[in-house]
């Protein structure tokens, strides 16, 4: 009988050489989290929805002369919540952490954002503040789930109307694979679609219908029923980051990155829509040196990704009128 066999805490920090923080504003409902690899590791990044909110994407190219990072920013606050970073890089200074030229200390922080504006107050977004907070906050400990840091303001199934919605949340999911060989995900969700089990293929969280059940995003919009909502796109993402503490080359965390997107097909339907800017990030830290097969590595990766998404929302709590799936246990 084949058994997946999860990290000691079903986390990304089982990732030797990962840290998570979360600073987390419940009253406006925003935050930021902050994934920690402060010793530096080889990154990569996929983007396939429609409408991103990112920084620092580019010199994770598989062109780039050196993709590796410090630490990988996701935030609330829209592209105004990017100001998160100047935190974290100023942390990261103050430690005496990243690139090295000479005497100075360069880190390299990429990041991508959620929309949570308006969703108690566009006003209060996360700052640079905030993002050193999330730094001074990170810990290789079991990391906080559901409505935290970034996920604080997230909301899942906005396909018919937003008061109809669900609570997303901050997510986190790791398996070994043997050897000591680790691979995690964290995972912030705010999608248009709904979170569905990765094994039954039943909506976990989505639409609340008039007689209080969950719609079937995926069949509502491919249906004759199907009304466009009528805000904004560009207001839904899912952002995350997948690691292993395997020995990866910047080819290979782009490689991982891209198949990262299936656990989200798998777990958020729709995803990658126009309405979304999906983005993953994928890092390698190296700590391991047990050989690895990449086709492995890309199954286990996509599985994690679909884990930590179902973590997310199973974990949350409810926040400003929006309910969660614990309400409706």
Not at 100 to 110: H, K, L, M, W
Not at 281 to 286: E, N, Y
Request: hydrophobic residues 40%.
């Amino acid at each position: 009988m084949q058994t997946i066999v999860t990290g000691l805490n079903n986390c990304i920090t089982d990732v030797y050489g990962i840290k998570v923080g979360h600073y987390t504003d419940l009253d406006s409902a925003t935050g930021c989290t902050v994934i920690m690899c402060e010793d530096g590791a080889i990154g990569g990044v996929a983007t396939l929805g429609s409408f991103p909110g990112s920084r620092e994407t580019t010199m994770l190219s598989t062109t780039s002369v050196d993709s590796s990072v410090h630490s990988i920013l996701l935030t609330g606050g829209s592209i105004f919540g990017l100001d998160a970073a100047s935190g974290i890089v100023k942390w990261l200074e103050e430690h005496k952490k990243g690139l090295r030229i000479g005497r100075i200390y360069i880190p390299r922080v990429p990041g991508a954002v959620i929309f949570d504006l308006g969703y108690v107050t566009h006003k209060i977004r996360p700052s640079a503040e905030n993002g050193y907070a999330a730094c001074e906050n990170a810990t290789a400990s079991p990391a906080l789930q559901g409505t935290v840091g970034a996920g604080t303001g997230g909301t899942v199934g906005k396909l018919t109307s937003v008061d109809r919605a669900m609570k997303g949340g901050f997510g986190t999911a790791s398996i070994e694979l043997g050897d000591g060989l680790i691979v995690g995900a964290a995972i912030v969700t705010n999608s248009i679609g709904g979170i569905y089990d990765p094994v039954s293929g039943k909506p976990i969280a989505g639409p609340i219908a008039e007689d209080g059940s969950i719609i079937d995003s995926l069949k509502y919009i491919i249906s004759d029923n199907y009304t466009p909502p009528n805000w904004i796109s560009g207001t839904n993402t899912t952002i995350g980051v997948v690691a292993t503490n395997g020995i990866i080359t910047t080819a290979e965390a782009n490689k991982l990155s891209m198949v990262a997107h299936d656990g989200l097909a798998i777990s958020v339907r729709p995803s990658h829509m126009q309405f979304d800017g999906d983005t993953l990030f994928a890092i390698g830290t190296g700590t391991c040196k047990t050989p690895l097969e990449m086709s492995r590595m890309c199954a286990a990766v996509s599985y994690c990704v679909a884990e930590a998404t179902v973590n997310s929302v199973l974990e949350a709590t409810s926040l400003a009128g929006i309910c969660s799936v614990k309400d409706m246990i």
